[in-house]
């Protein structure tokens, strides 16, 4: 069956480090996005983008990079980690086209930066 | 920030039917009512949609009232695994491309007592 999958599923690091968070969908969606939830805020969309080689900012993408080099993958990158970036990330897919795409979920990449 | 009110959280007994209420006051002619939601530590997950007639599938029933300002979500005879935080979510339309990034807020935490 189609899915999403993220990977890690759970990631400890330091202040400083370069992080890479992973997504990979067998839908063969063309829109993808990645978004962080935190208590109080709900979730909050980081970058998204609309098919290969095209990236696009979220409400909150300071410290965060992605890019878009097949169909299947769109990895998050968090250039120099900061404590703020401890969250729990959520990468979701939906098809292409005007109107009603219905966005599916994968099942979460818990990240703590010390 | 979300276009949409929601109750921070309700209560249903187990077979009973769950009435979530969204307000949705400044909705525009084009935009779509969505719900999901999420179990505690998955990600979150598509229920049901709807432009302006009531909609029901599997999972739930969609009521949006006539002026389209509010509407209610119905899970007919609720159990234990619907326990979770329920998000009424406006379609936001984005200024370029085809298609619509997700705006959430921070849901009613449905819980179901046995």
């Known amino acids: 069956d189609a899915e999403i999958t993220q990977s890690p599923r759970h990631k400890i690091t330091e202040t400083g480090r370069q992080v890479t968070l992973a997504c990979h969908q067998t839908?063969?969606?063309?829109?993808m996005f990645w978004y962080r939830q935190d208590l109080g805020h709900g979730l909050r969309l980081i970058h998204y983008?609309?098919?290969?080689?095209?990236?696009n900012k979220g409400e909150v993408s300071d410290g965060y990079s992605v890019s878009r080099s097949n169909t299947e993958d769109l990895p998050l990158t968090l250039e120099s980690a900061a404590s703020s970036q401890t969250s729990v990330y959520f990468c979701?897919?939906?098809?292409?086209?005007?109107?009603?795409?219905?966005?599916?979920f994968g099942p979460g990449t818990r990240l703590t930066v010390l | 920030d979300a276009k949409t009110t929601q109750p921070p959280s309700m209560d249903c007994a187990e077979g009973r039917a769950a009435n979530l209420p969204c307000n949705h006051s400044?909705?525009?002619?084009?935009?779509?009512v969505y719900w999901y939601r999420q179990i505690h530590s998955q990600g979150p997950q598509y229920i049901i949609h709807?432009?302006?007639n009531n909609e029901t599938n599997e999972m739930a029933s969609l009521i949006i009232t006539e002026d389209r300002k509010s509407s209610t979500l119905i899970l007919p005879h609720a159990t234990l695994r619907d326990t979770a935080v329920y998000y009424c979510?406006?379609?936001?339309?984005?200024?370029?491309?085809?298609?619509?990034?997700?705006?959430f807020g921070k849901g009613t935490k449905l819980t179901v007592n046995p």
């Open positions: 979701a897919s939906s098809p292409s086209g005007r109107g009603t795409d219905t966005q599916y």
């Open positions: 400044t909705i525009s002619g084009n935009e779509y």
């Open positions: 709807g432009l302006k």
């Open positions: 983008s609309y098919g290969v080689q095209d990236t």
């Open positions: 839908w063969n969606h063309n829109n």
């Open positions: 979510i406006v379609r936001v339309r984005i200024t370029q491309g085809g298609s619509e990034k997700l705006v």
